[in-house]
C-alpha cells in the first residue's frame, strides 16, 4: 500500500479546470487551454506522499526550474509561457505558478546518470550493467562513470515505483527516431546541468527529465534540475565506496527508517508525520541548493 497519505483537495479557481493531483503539483488548464502548473509544499518519500509540508519547497522547485530553463534555452526549448498568476488565483500560488503550453507527454522518464548510484548501483552490483549498458568493473557506490548515460525509465502512477527500461524497450515504445531524439536532448542537457553544477561546487550525480510534442517540436517539460529530481552532492565531500551526502529529501528518508519513527516501510501503514527537526533540516538543505547554483539568496 502507498500513495497520499491524506490527499489534498484541489482549489477552485474561475476559470480554471482541474486536471490531476500529483506528488507534488496540480495540474489545471485555463480557458486558452494551456496548462497552469501549481507546485505545493508536498514531498514525498518510499511511494508514500507524507501528510507534513517543507514550507517553500515549491517556491524553490520552481524558482529554480525557471533559473535552469533559461541557461537551457539554446539547447531545447520548454513548456513556459507566463509565471503570471492566473486571475482568482490564491495570494499563496505566488512564485509556485507556471502557465505551460499544453503537450502530448512522452511517457518516459529520461534520466541521465554521470555517476553510479541508487537502483543503478543495485543492477550494476549484479549484472554489471545499467539498464543493460555495460560498465567497467571496479565501480563502486558514488563512482564517476567514463561518460554520462541514458537511462530510461517507464513513468509510474502515485504511489507505484518507475521502472528502469532499455533504451530498445523505450525505442519500441516511441519509436526509434522519438527515443534518439529523448537520448540525445536528455545526454545534452544534463551535460550542461553538470558542468554549470561543477563550477558552483555541486557534483549532478543524475537527474530525470520529462519531454513533450508541440507539433514536432520536442519540448523540455515539468521541473528541471531540482533537489526532487536530481541528485547533487557537495564536491568537497564526495567520496566514492560510501552513501554521498546530498542537497535532498535524504533527511526525511533517514528519518522514517529510523527507530525513533516507530515506521515500517514493509508495513502496509501510512507513515506518521515529521518532527519539526527534520522540516527544518530539509527545508535548510533545498535552500542551500539553490543558493549555491543559482548565487542569489533565498528570501
Same mark, same amino acid.
Given at each position: ?67 535552469? &530553463? +533559461? ?8 513548456? @513556459? =509561457?507566463?509565471? *503570471?498568476?492566473?486571475?482568482?488565483? #490564491? !495570494? %499563496? ?119 513533450? &510534442? +508541440? ?8 521541473? @528541471? =534540475?531540482?533537489? *526532487?529530481?536530481?541528485?547533487?552532492? #557537495? !564536491? %568537497? ?63
Amino acid at each position: 500500500m502507498s500513495g497520499f497519505v491524506e490527499k489534498p483537495e484541489p482549489i477552485e479557481v474561475p476559470g480554471l479546470v482541474h486536471l490531476h493531483t500529483g506528488k507534488v503539483r496540480e495540474l489545471y488548464r485555463n480557458e486558452a487551454g494551456d496548462l497552469v502548473m501549481v507546485a505545493s509544499d508536498r514531498i514525498s518519500a518510499y511511494d508514500w506522499v507524507l501528510p507534513t509540508e517543507i514550507p517553500d519547497k515549491g517556491r524553490i522547485l520552481t524558482q529554480l526550474s525557471l533559473w535552469w &530553463f +533559461d541557461r537551457l534555452s539554446d539547447l531545447v526549448p520548454n513548456h @513556459v =509561457l507566463s509565471t *503570471d498568476l492566473p486571475a482568482g488565483a #490564491p !495570494a %499563496d500560488w505566488e512564485g509556485r505558478t507556471l502557465v505551460c503550453r499544453n503537450l502530448e507527454m512522452i511517457p518516459v522518464e529520461c534520466v541521465a546518470r554521470g555517476y553510479l548510484t541508487g537502483s543503478g548501483l543495485a543492477e550494476y552490483e549484479e549484472t554489471r550493467t545499467v539498464c543493460g549498458l555495460a560498465l567497467p568493473e571496479g565501480l563502486t557506490d558514488g563512482s564517476e562513470l567514463p561518460a554520462p548515460i541514458f537511462t530510461p525509465a517507464t513513468k509510474a502512477e502515485v504511489g507505484e515505483h518507475d521502472e528502469n527500461v532499455s533504451y530498445e524497450e523505450v525505442a519500441r515504445q516511441v519509436g526509434a527516431d522519438t527515443a534518439a531524439r529523448l537520448r540525445q536532448a536528455t545526454l545534452a542537457v544534463y551535460s550542461r546541468g553538470r558542468d554549470i553544477a561543477r563550477e558552483r561546487g555541486i557534483i549532478l550525480a543524475d537527474t530525470k527529465f520529462e519531454f513533450g &510534442f +508541440d507539433g514536432d517540436t520536442l519540448v523540455l517539460a515539468d521541473e @528541471v =534540475l531540482t533537489a *526532487d529530481s536530481s541528485r547533487f552532492w #557537495p !564536491a %568537497d565531500r564526495w567520496e566514492p565506496g560510501r552513501a554521498q551526502p546530498s542537497y535532498d529529501k535524504q533527511f526525511v528518508r533517514d528519518w522514517l527508517t529510523s527507530a525513533e519513527s516507530g515506521w515500517d516501510r514493509r508495513s502496509e501503514q501510512p507513515p506518521p508525520p515529521l518532527p519539526q527537526q527534520v522540516v527544518d533540516a530539509t527545508r535548510a538543505k533545498y535552500v542551500e541548493a539553490y543558493e549555491r547554483l543559482t548565487g542569489t539568496s533565498w528570501s
